[in-house]
């Protein structure tokens, strides 16, 4: 039981992580868009 409970533990870890650093991701890229299309607007 053990075994399992660790073996899951440690997948949940993994994908909580993955999903961390993907909303970190999914912000920067918005941030990234939001800064450049401002600046176009500023340009034209």
């Given at each position: 039981?053990?075994?399992?409970?660790t073996?899951?533990?440690?997948?949940?870890?993994?994908?909580?992580?993955?999903?961390?650093?993907?909303?970190i991701?999914?912000?920067?890229?918005?941030?990234?868009?939001?800064?450049?299309?401002?600046?176009?607007?500023?340009?034209?």
């Open positions: 039981m053990w075994a399992v409970l073996v899951v533990g440690f997948a949940f870890q993994g994908l909580l992580w993955l999903a961390i650093i993907g909303i991701l999914f912000v920067g890229t918005f941030l990234f868009g939001v800064i450049r299309s401002r600046t176009r607007r500023r340009a034209s």
